[in-house]
């Protein structure tokens, strides 16, 4: 989309040079209205001292006597400007750019100009200039009009448009936001016996937006998915005293609790019956942002910024765009581990919540310690927060207990439950992606999750992506061809086709075997034989002597 056509309004978004001339161009006009001498003579010298004609200095001159003021000689917007042109030129500028500047091919405005040109000639009718078609422009079409009809891309019309208000909530965890983004540094990892990988991180927060605060953060390998949402809200919902001493960090994070409503932008990972019964079970609601809204998730976006900006401030920085990076060697330069990488964005976000917000001047620490005290205790376990939001599915309970990726699961407690199978209906079942050894099934009696291990004991820990790439490397291994899978097929078919008689061949023989038993109408209509044609009896051969040699 081209630049927006801008008027520039009086008084306001004047530049600097419009400014000047302005105001030394009112003082010229000052020495015309209170001087003493004839009229025409200050006129006159006037337009010498502003290199301007006496026709302009008189024009100036009576938009400057009604108000006396600077502001009065700025340049005038388009509209306020009379028209000089004759109306049949305006119809046919207004036309022409309708027709063929107002689409959503967006050309440009040489060759539309060329066509009102061609069309006035035609006309008979003076040819305007190319800088009088564009400043036609500002007064014909609004900017929200050309945004909507020259460009597809609705952000173009969304910026033209007011965005009044802002979050707000009154106290800690009535208002919170989740969101995703990949980190701004490479971290190193050594694979024994296979060498260096290095890669960049997504970064997973909750935001409390009341004080500001960061709750809970969750850093993984894999892109944003239901598993990084889990993990992210069991560290937000519950303590961290425990996480943070398994790290060696001696640093306090006292913000934790149940988010009342959650608010969310339009992925999978949220749109999930997963997470949405998950919220359910802990009394969270949901509220998605507006599609095309990104300001309404400013406060996550804002502090997911702010962290990326600390660590891009350190070796393996990948940058904000490639352009930013400026040749920068960010995996060669990378030297953070994953737990050490883990450990930094912690005490990035603790230092955050213990700075002071340099708009509102509040300290997310202290507005939580003055807004917690009325908070509900909470007690909740991560390991049952977790379970709550892992990917699940349903399955039916079998003798043999559950299916699942082609695997088989069983626990003894499962076989008090086969008899009452068919009324219990499907199980519900919950997974970690990270070690498919053992899934969760709830149990219909407490309710509560229960691990279930393999049925061939094995118990290994074994992630679901290996688990999928192995079976791919198995199935590509078996594959066979078209050819082969029907060249067997093919031959029984042969045989088969040639050892059954076909229905066709039975009916030919049952006609041929009829035909042969009725009698011949040529056999009933032959003479009957005579004594004079009776066969004479068979005489006696004689045989020749046959000599020996």
């Not at 063929?100 to 100009?113: D, F, R, S």
């Not at 598993?227 to 560290?235: D, E, G, H, T």
């Not at 060249?487 to 045989?495: C, F, K, Q, T």
Request: aromatic residues 6%; positive net charge.
């Amino acid at each position: 989309m081209p630049k927006p056509f801008q008027n520039r309004r009086r008084g306001q978004d004047s530049s600097d040079a419009d400014w000047l001339k302005a105001r030394r161009t009112a003082r010229e006009l000052d020495r015309v209205l209170d001087g003493g001498r004839s009229k025409r003579e200050a006129i006159a010298r006037a337009a010498a001292e502003l290199r301007l004609t006496s026709r302009q200095v008189y024009n100036l001159l009576v938009r400057y006597r009604a108000e006396r003021t600077v502001t009065a000689l700025l340049p005038r917007i388009g509209s306020v400007r009379r028209k000089r042109l004759p109306e049949q030129v305006e119809e046919i500028i207004s036309t022409t750019l309708r027709e063929q500047w107002m689409t959503l091919e967006a050309p440009p405005l040489a060759p539309v100009v060329a066509e009102i040109r061609a069309r006035c000639e035609e006309a008979g009718l003076a040819l305007p200039a190319y800088v009088t078609v564009s400043g036609r422009i500002p007064s014909l079409f609004p900017a929200e009009e050309i945004a909507k009809k020259r460009s597809a891309n609705p952000k173009h019309l969304m910026r033209l448009k007011p965005r009044p208000g802002y979050i707000h909530a009154p106290n800690p965890l009535d208002v919170c936001q989740i969101d995703h983004t990949p980190t701004d540094i490479h971290f190193v990892e050594v694979v024994d016996g296979a060498g260096a990988f290095v890669g960049r991180p997504y970064l997973t927060i909750v935001t409390d937006i009341a004080t500001r605060a960061i709750l809970g953060f969750c850093l993984t390998l894999e892109k944003p998915s239901v598993l990084s949402v889990a993990l992210c809200l069991a560290q937000a919902v519950c303590r961290k005293d425990a996480w943070l001493a398994a790290r060696n960090l001696d640093h306090a994070w006292p913000m934790f609790g149940r988010p009342k409503l959650l608010v969310t932008d339009s992925a999978k990972e949220f749109k999930g019956h997963t997470f949405q019964r998950g919220c359910d079970d802990y009394g969270i609601r949901i509220r998605y942002r507006d599609r095309g809204r990104v300001h309404q998730g400013g406060v996550v976006e804002r502090l997911l910024g702010k962290l990326n900006g600390v660590l891009a401030t350190y070796p393996g920085s990948s940058g904000r765009s490639v352009a930013d990076r400026d040749e920068y060697p960010s995996e060669r330069r990378a030297c953070l581990s994953f737990p050490e990488l883990e450990r930094c964005v912690a005490l990035a976000i603790i230092d955050h919540n213990l700075q002071e917000n340099s708009k509102t001047l509040k300290v997310p620490i202290t507005e939580w310690h003055r807004g917690s005290a009325s908070l509900p205790e909470c007690k909740d376990e991560p390991e049952r927060v977790l379970l709550s939001f892992f990917p699940g599915t349903e399955r039916q309970l079998s003798p043999q207990g559950l299916s699942m990726f082609a695997l088989h699961y069983y626990s003894p407690w499962l076989g008090a439950f086969v008899p009452e199978r068919d009324r219990l209906g499907k199980l519900e079942i919950r997974y970690d992606p990270r070690d498919i050894s053992h899934i969760y099934v709830r149990d219909p009696e407490t309710r509560l999750f229960r691990p279930v291990g393999r049925r061939d004991s094995r118990v290994e820990s074994l992630t679901l992506w290996e688990h999928d790439a192995e079976r791919t490397r198995r199935r590509t291994t078996n594959q066979r061809s078209s050819l082969d899978k029907v060249a067997l097929r093919r031959e029984i078919s042969a045989i088969a086709a040639s050892a059954k008689v076909s229905k066709r061949e039975l009916r030919d023989a049952v006609r041929s075997a009829h035909a042969a038993a009725v009698q011949k109408p040529h056999a009933l209509l032959a003479p009957a034989d005579t004594p004079d044609h009776q066969a004479h009896p068979v005489r006696q051969k004689n045989r020749l002597p046959i000599e020996d040699w």
